[in-house]
Every structure is written in C-alpha cells, then in structure tokens.
C-alpha cells in the first residue's frame, strides 16, 4: 500500500497544482469542527499521492486559492461570485461545516478509519482529518447509489 507525503501549501504548489490532479480534498470553515478552518488536499501524479494542508489561520490566500479551485470544479454547492468551470468532483458534507471533494476519476474504497482508492493495481490512502468526516463521507459514498 502506498502511503502519501505531507506538505505544507505553498505559492508555489497552489500555483501549479491543477484540479485534474486533485482526488481528494477536505474544507473546512472557520468555525467547522474538527479542523476548523483547514484544507486538506490530496493530489494524484505521476503515480505519487500528495497531501497538501493549509488553513485558513496561516494562510488566508492559500485558502482563499483553494476554496476558489475546488468550487469551481463542481455543481452541488452554490455559492454566490463562484461560477462552475468543468466538474470534475463529487461533493460530500462531511457534517459541522465540512466539505469534501471526491474526483470523479477515483472510486473510494472503505477500510478502517481511511479511504483507499486503486490506480494500476496499486492501492493508495486517504486519511480524513477527523473520524466525523471519515463517518459522514463514508455514509454518503455508500448511499449514493440508493439516491
């Protein structure tokens, strides 16, 4: 199993990093529980996952940045002065003001307390922030096909 590495959201990466790329992300509001006003983005290249945090606290651009490039990348949430370009996510509230963002080129696999997903016959780990998310998400994925 592949694990990811963490890295602290710079000018640099939000600046390079491209939506197609993102498989998983996590945003939270200031007043969110768990990790209130965090962002948590998980990006698939060239075979490597990578996790890269922010939060509103350190860095309000970068989460500015990062709200604007994964709300432009769905249609579930409607927010006023964000225009939908190309959607490339599904969205899952993950309860007490947190919102996830799933790739649609991924299929998200349940395990315990993580998410796995599989790219060549290789498997690959997202750990949520918080188990109330990893809950939430989970109940959401698995009765999707139900809606």
């Not at 299929?107 to 993580?114: A, H, I, P, T, V």
Request: glycine content about 6%; cysteine-free; charged content about 25%.
């Amino acid at each position: 199993m592949n694990e990811q590495t963490s890295t602290k959201l710079s000018k640099e990466i939000i600046e390079t990093l491209s939506a197609n790329d993102i498989v998983y992300a996590e945003l939270a509001e200031d007043g969110a529980m768990g990790n209130a006003g965090g962002v948590t983005i998980y990006s698939f290249k060239d075979n490597k996952l990578n996790r890269f945090e922010t939060s509103l606290f350190d860095n309000e651009n970068f989460y500015s940045d990062a709200q604007k490039l994964l709300l432009e990348h769905q249609d579930q949430l409607e927010i006023e002065n964000f225009k939908v370009d190309e959607v490339l996510f599904d969205y899952h509230y993950g309860g007490m003001g947190n919102h996830v963002f799933v790739s649609k080129r991924i299929k998200l696999k349940k395990e315990e307390g993580f998410f796995t997903f599989e790219v060549d016959n290789e498997n690959y780990k997202i750990y949520p922030t918080v188990q109330g998310v990893f809950n939430s998400v989970a109940y959401s994925i698995e009765n999707q096909s139900i809606r």
